[in-house]
């Protein structure tokens, strides 16, 4: 099936009561979120009559559940065993109950691929774990290291030879997955868990995690959102090489080094093709990158959802576009996207230019230039300082604002900063992109931060301090990879007043976690920075 001859069927059908056939434009080029050119069962979990009807009948609560499921035969079968059983019928004519059994039929539980495992180098009491002085957060930290084992997983072998029966993305070694919905391994959450893994003094799980990140890079180009076909137009926040970092900094493993320097190049190349753009500024031209992802379909994995969201959108490309690169930052969803600060319905993402992605870009660059000199390769080493510090002058002529005293998103459409708080303001804190010799800058941003009050929430310093907003990144959800940066760029700083509110955040996330896991024997997604814990599973 062509996607022009596809696109009249998609667009005249809903989820909810009435029909978007009257409420929708014809999607001129549409692309969707995996094709024959990256998958070789895109025509069934990526754009398919079979996807529509699946999610049209809400055969399950969530969407995510069908694309994750394997199927039995071969991707063109299937379609085959559809097209006669349901070919010469509307997808809304479709009898629910059979549709199921066809389901039921032709494919697998979904999970069912994935093999458990215990790491080898999992140890029930690691020396730094052992060495927690309180007794009852050494008991918890333990018992948070016996989860490793149920969170670690392998792909089945049999399946890199018969990739097309499966949504998932074959990787060659262990990794730990997210937990709850999730059964895979997502990028960005990849660089905490490693430094958990760190922590526990698991270094081979750790290399075996950025060797498949790396294995992705080789194949692909870049880093998928996740591990599976449906991600294969977006990616997450550039950590690769944080992670790399963060074991070179424990193993000084310099052979690993050598090998994976090469990847992390490939991956910056995927960046600066692909999510670099000019912004002006002033009078001059800056080059900067933003979250762009090219699909403008409905997501697979929350496909009746975007459906329902973009009833009162008149240009739906855009929106799933815009919705779609707003995953990619890891922040799905948040106001920082939305032009109205409100509603999703307003969401343009590509106009923003997120000042953390550039920070995060900045660190790589970092990196690039301490590894190589690691590793006595000074003609590259000098080429990344060199590109780090036109980069860094960048940042601060693009995302800081002089007059706040702090970086900012910078908005293309209006040409101005968005100046609400978010913690992302302090990601250039935590990766060094700016001149560290003034302290000025940095005491300038807690100032503001204090004057806000974003530290005085008793369960940490929630994502937003937008109160009306209904999205989950934002007020009053607190994040764990927000917190421990903002933690992270505090210590950092030369500053004791600085230092000393870093540690008191982080006893106050520590504390609060601590206390949730007390009450329900869970960690969790995200907790309330009020102190009340929402229900959203990340470990169990």
Not at 404 to 431: C, E, K, Q
Not at 459 to 470: H, Q
Request: proline content about 5%.
């Amino acid at each position: 099936m062509t996607y022009s001859l596809f696109l009249p069927a998609f667009l005249c059908f809903s989820l909810c009561s009435g029909s978007l056939l009257d409420q929708v434009h014809w999607i001129e080029e549409p692309v969707p979120v995996c094709d024959r050119s990256n998958s070789n069962n895109s025509h069934i979990y990526c754009n398919s009559t079979l996807l529509m009807a699946v999610n049209y009948h809400e055969l399950y609560n969530d969407s995510k559940t069908f694309v994750d499921m394997p199927m039995k035969n071969d991707p063109d079968f299937v379609l085959e065993k559809f097209n006669e059983a349901f070919g010469n019928i509307s997808v809304e004519a479709i009898n629910r109950t059979k549709l199921q059994q066809f389901v039921d039929e032709h494919f697998s539980p979904p999970g069912s691929e994935m093999l458990p495992c215990t790491p080898e180098d999992w140890n029930p009491q690691p020396a730094k774990l052992m060495s927690i002085v309180d007794p009852q957060l050494r008991g918890w930290a333990l018992k948070l290291n016996a989860i490793w084992r149920s969170l670690c997983k392998r792909i089945d072998p049999a399946i890199e030879n018969s990739s097309s029966r499966y949504s998932l993305i074959y990787l060659p070694h262990i990794f730990i997955m997210p937990g709850g919905r999730f059964r895979e391994f997502y990028y960005w959450d990849a660089y905490w868990i490693i430094k958990g893994l760190l922590a526990c003094e698991m270094y081979n799980t750790t290399k075996a995690m950025i060797e498949n990140l790396g294995s992705l890079v080789e194949r692909f180009g870049f880093v998928p959102n996740g591990g599976r076909v449906y991600y294969l137009r977006r990616s997450q926040p550039p950590l690769l090489a944080g992670m790399l970092y963060e074991y070179y900094e424990v193993t000084k493993d310099k052979d690993f080094v050598m090998k994976m320097l090469p990847i992390l190049e490939k991956e910056l190349t995927f960046w600066n093709n692909n999510r670099m753009t000019t912004v002006t500024v002033k009078g001059t031209d800056y080059f900067v990158y933003r979250y762009n992802t090219k699909s403008n379909m409905p997501r697979p994995e929350s496909y009746a959802q975007d459906i329902k969201k973009a009833q009162s959108v008149p240009d739906k490309a855009q929106f799933w576009q815009d919705i779609a690169s707003a995953a990619e930052s890891g922040w799905d969803f948040s106001t920082r996207w939305f032009s109205d600060h409100k509603t999703i319905y307003t969401v343009e993402t590509k106009n923003v230019l997120p000042v953390d992605l550039n920070a995060f870009i900045c660190w790589n660059f970092d990196i690039l230039e301490y590894l190589y000199e690691r590793i006595d390769d000074h003609m590259k080493s000098e080429f990344y300082r060199e590109t780090r510090a036109r980069f860094r002058y960048t940042v601060h002529k693009v995302f800081y604002n002089s007059t706040a005293g702090s970086w900012f998103d910078f908005n293309l459409r209006t040409g101005s900063h968005n100046m609400a708080f978010y913690p992302s303001i302090t990601v250039p804190l935590f990766t060094g992109c700016y001149n560290t010799l003034n302290q000025g800058k940095s005491e300038r941003l807690f100032t503001l931060m204090k004057d806000i009050g974003v530290f005085d929430y008793p369960g940490g310093i929630p994502t937003s301090m937008i109160t009306d907003s209904e999205e989950q990144w934002d007020f009053p959800n607190g994040f764990s990879p927000l917190n421990h940066m903002v933690v992270e760029g505090l210590r950092k700083s030369q500053n004791a007043q600085m230092q000393d509110a870093g540690y008191r955040l982080a006893r106050k996330w520590i504390m609060g976690n601590f206390k949730v896991w007390k009450e329900t024997n869970h960690m969790w997604e995200k907790v309330r920075a009020i102190a009340v814990f929402l229900r959203i599973r990340m470990l169990r």
